[in-house]
């Protein structure tokens, strides 16, 4: 049973530019949320998909948006990057009908030059 | 949802038990505790979750007193590969799932 897969694990782009992270959930879970971590910090919620919609979102400017698949996998994507994006972006997954813990992915490490 | 604080680092020596205390004075009656590990360049890992009393599994305890105000995470005998962050979360079952993590406390495990 697979876990939760991210894609790609590593990734450079420059200012400006433009970006697609890929996170399939754990078999049976049917939410994904994702989180952006800075070097030495604790992650950061973005947002959450449910039933191929957001249901929750954090402080994360518009730049970020995503989308859940009819498959429950989602994409996050990111605008006009910026030097401060650069980050480990890890995506979870969950079942929301149950007290179910999260089980997170290994990330993608987002680098902007 | 309520704000954790806990150390940010802690030392110890292999073979040791390790005790982690989060506080977290604004718990609401319907919030669980729940522990997650990671390690470098990897996402966190689902420790250990309760909601009062103790809580234990095949890799640690949770301590949580009666007014739930604070929480401790218990790993006994640490090994070098115990080195990770560990964070602490308190929130609704399902709505913890928007929470911010914190910074975590930092155990560093010592030959």
């Known amino acids: 049973d697979a876990g939760v897969t991210q894609s790609p694990t590593h990734l450079i782009k420059t200012r400006g530019q433009q970006v697609t992270l890929r996170c399939s959930p754990k078999?049976?879970?049917?939410?994904v949320s994702w989180y952006q971590q800075a070097l030495g910090q604790g992650p950061q919620f973005i947002f959450q998909y449910y039933e191929e919609e957001e249901r929750q979102r954090g402080n994360f400017p518009d730049r970020f948006s995503g989308h859940q698949f009819p498959n429950y996998s989602s994409e996050l994507n990111v605008n006009a990057l910026l030097l401060g994006d650069s980050a480990l972006y890890l995506c979870a997954s969950s079942l929301t009908a149950t007290n179910e813990k999260l089980f997170f992915g290994s990330g993608t490490q987002l680098s902007v030059l | 949802l309520a704000k954790t604080t806990q150390p940010i680092s802690m030392d110890s020596y292999e073979g040791q038990e390790v005790n982690i205390t989060c506080s977290h004075n604004?718990?609401?009656?319907?919030?669980?505790i729940t522990w997650y590990q990671q390690f470098p360049s990897q996402g966190p890992r689902f420790i250990i979750q309760?909601?009062?009393t103790k809580v234990t599994n095949e890799v640690a305890s949770l301590f949580i007193p009666a007014d739930r105000k604070s929480s401790t995470l218990s790993l006994p005998r640490v090994s070098l590969s115990d080195t990770a962050v560990y964070y602490c979360l308190v929130g609704d079952s399902g709505g913890y799932q928007k929470v911010t993590f914190g910074i975590g406390t930092k155990l560093q495990v010592i030959p």
């Open positions: 604004n718990i609401a009656t319907n919030d669980y």
């Open positions: 078999s049976g879970h049917d939410t």
């Open positions: 309760g909601y009062k």
